[in-house]
């Protein structure tokens, strides 16, 4: 008889609880929705700033201008940490061509890749190998591509139904492409932009050219879609076509910049920290809306739900608006340099890196264990649309913070959209839908808010 | 032993047709992600032919261009089934203004509810009396009634993650706030739009007089979101304000136009008839791309990858594009009516008409039992970012086709955007996203496929 109604009580304790962050998480989301504050912020962000390149007055203007929306916010804490970042910019003009004969001429749209360097002198101008991949460098040796310009055209895979695979699968082409055709003395370098849709943007983003001298570094630049079938097309006709591009891009000194932090102190377990943040910088073409304007603004809006909510959490909880994610990291790996000398404990980091569209759920870097006690939550997240808790990537920026004990998470929007505008001219505020951006906040205010209040432990 | 060795042989053979259908699926999804022609059709039913309110010339060019499309893929049997449809048109100009001192003047954009009576003469200008509901009228009677303009500002739901909840729960202003304002004397209704943007485009759509006397139906408009909030902003400052509107719409005559269908025969039981679809008819003000051209091509497309892929249906499997679902359902009604003088036997309906955004999965109208055993399924198109298989309403079209057997299924996706654009003119071809396009096909095609091959029974 007292073994069952001990059950009994169990099953009231755990209905209670459910009903407690059911009501919670309605509220996180009636706060969200109704009187968000997130869009308006981005709608600063993009349109009174715009692109937010490292080291830019843009970026400096951001790191004001969130900071001073933070400081409005009520927290217990809001500061910058300062932080050297790279300042690469991008300079004026550049401008393609292709010449399928003596001045008959077609212009391309390009842009300078991130971190190239600029074609010296007048231009480049040259032959073009089209080829598909990286290794395909090695078949055909330096014999065919010394001299030449390398046109890195494979698309990514529109039969992946998240397109972030597709990107995984043709993004080395961006990243290795020139430093590898360095090796073969080739003498430029054009890459497919990574973008599933035809049109006529040039998507910019990150190259790396490792550790090659400075001399025999090679510029390059993404040319859109549209324009990269077209010049293969033209290739196939008139194999001779030349190709000639401008890029008056350069690498500056580093230059002083900041992480934006705030911080809402927790009650019991104050050394508990939990992290919730974005990057706040961005490539220069667009205003860097989707990438990662989003991510900023939606965690400045977790604090601001919690807040309003009146929640009072356990553990110490930090927006952290990243500096630097886009060329350098240096933000991401300044804060966790930082958290490490200070000893500090983070239990938990979110990263909203992935477009403010509609969250379809998150991805745990963790342990199975740990991932396995988060999905304990899913039902409640289900009335929400809600539906994926999976292992996977977390976030580039909350990467450092890595160890054995802390779970990362990334939140999981929609991925169909978001290649469109990536690192593109048109990632801009109109492409940004008020619900789907609101409906991101919601969803990481409410996992914060259960991770808050019951750990993983 | 022996019974061992039977559940151990039950595993290979479920595990077998596992891996078909995964195969089959992924099939599917290739077709409709590669080389799909959803997205072309859809183009020119949106670009070259534009919105295609029943009866209308556009309505007939629309018919024509899908019979044309089904006609080119092989399909066993293409026709159009005759059903006489209501001719509303919406006639110009159509304006309104709002005068706060006698000569002041501010334009409000509105636009005539499908069904509306014009403003006869020179239009109608009278005082506003704002109300929420339709229970408010009943509270302030005729008194405050008579001889004024009625407007419904009840908003859309924000807080309503399923936008059409939020739709379901205003959408009785703009269905029966005339008829039921007409009955106290009101000179003419104006809605706020079913829209949860701030913006300034009335969103149209159907309204309905039930059975009132021709002389006593009051005319009827959507006005924008941000009209509404301004309108109702000058009336709480000036509640003398006087709004005047003119409205030229018409019901004419009813015309013939037609269903469109398209048919696989089934192999093995070609007398079980599944049927996929969407309205060919959209409201005139866009192009009708998210409402509804987005399930015609859809379900277009559904035959098309079939054939495509090589299956050999055992059932029939049918592409229906209803006329006329916007405003009067003529097509859904007349198509089932012709199925039941046929004797014809109906197993499953799907239809797609909540837009061509990323599908999230898919409603099930139709007993508990069958619902869990499509269940079953569900597993299959996880990898595809279909988490839904919920029990709800299915569509409308094929919803006179309901029996206590039939399974009717509706496509459910991503629901955020739809009513940005629903019934108003930027329900146009560049809001629909490609991808999320194909993905729906795709979703529709692997459902249709499973039902195809397993049945229900």
């Known amino acids: 008889m007292k073994k069952i109604t001990l059950v009994f009580l169990l099953i009231v304790v755990q209905t209670f609880a459910q009903t407690e962050d059911e009501k919670q998480i309605r509220q996180i989301y009636d706060a969200a929705l109704e009187n968000g504050e997130a869009y308006n912020w981005l709608n600063y962000l993009s349109n009174r700033i715009g692109g937010r390149l490292s080291g830019s007055v843009q970026a400096q203007q951001a790191v004001d201008y969130t900071k001073r929306q933070m400081d409005s916010l009520g927290l217990d804490r809001v500061w910058l940490q300062p932080v050297m970042v790279p300042k690469w910019v991008r300079g004026t003009p550049e401008f393609a061509y292709m010449e399928t004969n003596p001045g008959v001429t077609t212009n391309l749209p390009i842009c300078a890749l991130g971190g190239s360097v600029p074609t010296y002198g007048r231009g480049v101008k040259a032959n073009v190998i089209e080829v598909h991949s990286i290794d395909e460098l090695k078949t055909l040796g330096k014999e065919k591509i010394s001299g030449k310009i390398v046109f890195f055209n494979r698309p990514m895979d529109p039969a992946k139904v998240n397109t972030f695979e597709a990107y995984s ?40 050219y490792g550790d090659i001298p400075e001399a025999e570094k090679v510029p390059a630049a993404a040319i859109s879609t549209n324009g990269a079938d077209l010049l293969s097309a033209t290739l196939k006709l008139n194999p001779n076509t030349q190709f000639f591009f401008k890029l008056n891009c350069k690498q500056l000194e580093d230059v002083e910049s900041y992480n934006v932090i705030g911080e809402i102190k927790g009650s019991t377990n104050p050394d508990e920290i939990i992290v919730v943040g974005g990057h706040l910088d961005s490539w220069d073409l667009g205003d860097g809306s989707h990438d990662d304007g989003a991510g900023c603004v939606q965690s400045m809006e977790v604090l601001r739900i919690l807040k309003k909510t009146g929640y009072k959490p356990k553990r110490t909880i930090r927006a952290v608006l990243f500096m630097n994610e886009e060329n350098g990291l240096r933000g991401g790996r300044k804060y966790a340099e930082i958290a490490k000398d200070a ?77 469109d505008h990536h690192h593109a001219e048109n990632d801009t505020f109109e492409h940004v839908n008020r619900r789907e951006l609101e409906l991101g906040a919601g969803a990481m205010t409410s996992l914060v808010y259960l991770f808050d209040k019951y750990g993983i432990e």
């Open 169 to 208: 699968g043709a993004v080395d082409q961006r990243g290795r492409g020139a430093a590898e055709a360095g090796k073969y003395e080739a003498l430029g370098v054009i890459v497919r932009s990574m973008n599933l849709r035809q049109d006529d943007y040039p998507h910019a983003g990150g190259m790396n």
């Open 343 to 419: 000893n500090e404990n983070h239990v938990f980091a979110l990263e909203s890196d992935s477009g403010g569209f509609t969250p379809r759920g998150f991805s745990f870097d963790a342990s199975d264990e740990k991932i396995a006690r988060v999905q304990n939550w899913s039902k409640l997240f289900e009335p929400y649309y809600i539906h994926m808790f999976v292992k996977g990537f977390s976030g580039a920026d909350i990467s450092p913070l890595k160890n054995d004990k802390i779970v990362l998470a990334g939140l999981r929007p929609d991925s169909q959209r978001y290649f």
